[in-house]
Protein backbone atom coordinates (compact mmCIF):
# COMPACT_ATOMS: atom_id res chain seq x y z
CA UNK A 1 0.00 0.00 0.00
CA UNK A 2 1.32 3.51 -1.29
CA UNK A 3 1.44 6.65 1.56
CA UNK A 4 -1.55 7.88 -0.47
CA UNK A 5 -3.61 5.34 0.11
CA UNK A 6 -2.58 4.25 3.39
CA UNK A 7 -3.63 8.09 4.66
CA UNK A 8 -6.76 7.87 2.80
CA UNK A 9 -7.75 4.41 4.30
CA UNK A 10 -6.45 5.27 7.94
CA UNK A 11 -8.38 8.95 7.86
CA UNK A 12 -11.61 6.82 7.22
CA UNK A 13 -11.06 4.81 9.56
CA UNK A 14 -10.18 7.49 12.19
CA UNK A 15 -13.38 9.20 10.91
CA UNK A 16 -15.08 6.26 11.79
CA UNK A 17 -13.54 5.74 15.41
CA UNK A 18 -14.66 8.97 16.31
CA UNK A 19 -18.33 8.38 15.08
CA UNK A 20 -18.32 5.45 17.07
CA UNK A 21 -17.37 7.54 19.94
CA UNK A 22 -19.79 9.94 19.93
CA UNK A 23 -22.75 8.05 19.17
CA UNK A 24 -21.38 5.54 22.25
CA UNK A 25 -20.97 8.98 24.77
CA UNK A 26 -24.76 9.99 23.52
CA UNK A 27 -26.50 7.14 25.11
CA UNK A 28 -27.76 6.92 28.30
CA UNK A 29 -26.26 5.12 31.13
CA UNK A 30 -27.52 1.37 31.69
CA UNK A 31 -27.69 -1.11 28.67
CA UNK A 32 -25.00 -0.44 26.16
CA UNK A 33 -26.58 -1.89 22.65
CA UNK A 34 -25.38 -4.99 21.37
CA UNK A 35 -25.08 -3.47 17.52
CA UNK A 36 -23.02 -0.92 18.51
CA UNK A 37 -20.89 -2.82 20.10
CA UNK A 38 -20.74 -5.34 17.23
CA UNK A 39 -19.89 -2.46 15.30
CA UNK A 40 -16.76 -1.43 17.51
CA UNK A 41 -15.57 -4.97 17.11
CA UNK A 42 -15.79 -4.43 13.60
CA UNK A 43 -13.91 -1.79 13.70
CA UNK A 44 -11.05 -2.89 15.28
CA UNK A 45 -10.87 -5.91 12.84
CA UNK A 46 -10.85 -3.18 10.32
CA UNK A 47 -7.94 -1.61 12.34
CA UNK A 48 -5.92 -3.97 12.66
CA UNK A 49 -6.49 -5.56 9.17
CA UNK A 50 -4.99 -1.87 7.78
CA UNK A 51 -2.01 -2.55 10.01
CA UNK A 52 -1.72 -5.80 8.35
CA UNK A 53 -1.67 -4.36 5.01
CA UNK A 54 0.16 -1.32 6.05
CA UNK A 55 3.13 -3.68 7.45
CA UNK A 56 4.84 -0.68 9.50
CA UNK A 57 5.72 0.98 6.12
CA UNK A 58 3.44 4.11 6.97
CA UNK A 59 1.65 3.45 9.89
CA UNK A 60 2.58 1.91 13.60
CA UNK A 61 0.26 0.03 16.21
CA UNK A 62 0.65 3.33 18.25
CA UNK A 63 -1.20 5.46 15.75
CA UNK A 64 -3.83 3.12 15.50
CA UNK A 65 -4.34 3.04 19.61
CA UNK A 66 -4.00 6.78 20.33
CA UNK A 67 -7.78 6.71 17.94
CA UNK A 68 -9.33 5.58 21.18
CA UNK A 69 -6.91 7.74 23.54
CA UNK A 70 -9.72 10.48 23.92
CA UNK A 71 -11.36 12.25 27.43
CA UNK A 72 -14.74 10.88 25.49
CA UNK A 73 -13.08 7.18 25.49
CA UNK A 74 -12.59 7.22 28.74
CA UNK A 75 -16.02 8.06 29.85
CA UNK A 76 -17.85 5.37 27.84
CA UNK A 77 -15.44 2.75 28.95
CA UNK A 78 -16.56 4.11 32.53
CA UNK A 79 -19.62 3.77 31.79
CA UNK A 80 -19.99 0.91 29.88
CA UNK A 81 -17.79 -2.03 30.95
CA UNK A 82 -18.39 -4.29 28.17
CA UNK A 83 -16.81 -1.48 26.00
CA UNK A 84 -14.27 -1.05 28.35
CA UNK A 85 -13.59 -5.19 27.95
CA UNK A 86 -14.06 -5.08 24.21
CA UNK A 87 -11.21 -2.71 23.95
CA UNK A 88 -9.03 -4.33 26.62
CA UNK A 89 -9.02 -7.77 24.93
CA UNK A 90 -8.50 -6.83 21.14
CA UNK A 91 -5.32 -3.94 22.27
CA UNK A 92 -4.56 -4.67 25.96
CA UNK A 93 -4.36 -3.17 29.02
CA UNK A 94 -1.86 -0.90 28.22
CA UNK A 95 -4.14 1.18 26.09
CA UNK A 96 -6.81 1.17 28.94
CA UNK A 97 -4.33 2.26 31.01
CA UNK A 98 -3.65 5.77 28.58
CA UNK A 99 -7.36 5.79 27.63
CA UNK A 100 -7.72 5.93 31.23
CA UNK A 101 -5.45 8.23 32.32
CA UNK A 102 -6.89 10.44 29.32
CA UNK A 103 -10.03 10.95 31.52
CA UNK A 104 -8.25 10.74 35.08
CA UNK A 105 -9.26 14.22 36.54
CA UNK A 106 -11.77 15.84 34.02
CA UNK A 107 -14.76 16.53 35.41
CA UNK A 108 -17.96 16.94 33.48
CA UNK A 109 -19.59 19.51 35.31
CA UNK A 110 -22.29 21.49 34.03
CA UNK A 111 -20.87 24.38 35.68
CA UNK A 112 -17.96 24.31 33.68
CA UNK A 113 -19.97 23.87 30.43
CA UNK A 114 -21.72 26.61 30.77
CA UNK A 115 -18.77 29.07 31.31
Known amino acids: MN??????RFD??????????????????????NELLSDLRDLMDELKAFLED??????????VTE????PEMAEVVERFPK???V??????????DQIEEEGSG???DEEDEDE
Open 83 to 85: VRR
Open 54 to 63: DEGQNYKRKD
Open 3 to 8: AAQADE
Open 106 to 108: LTF
Open 12 to 33: TLAAQVHEWVESAVALDEGHFP
Open 67 to 70: LFVT
Open 87 to 96: VENTWGAALM
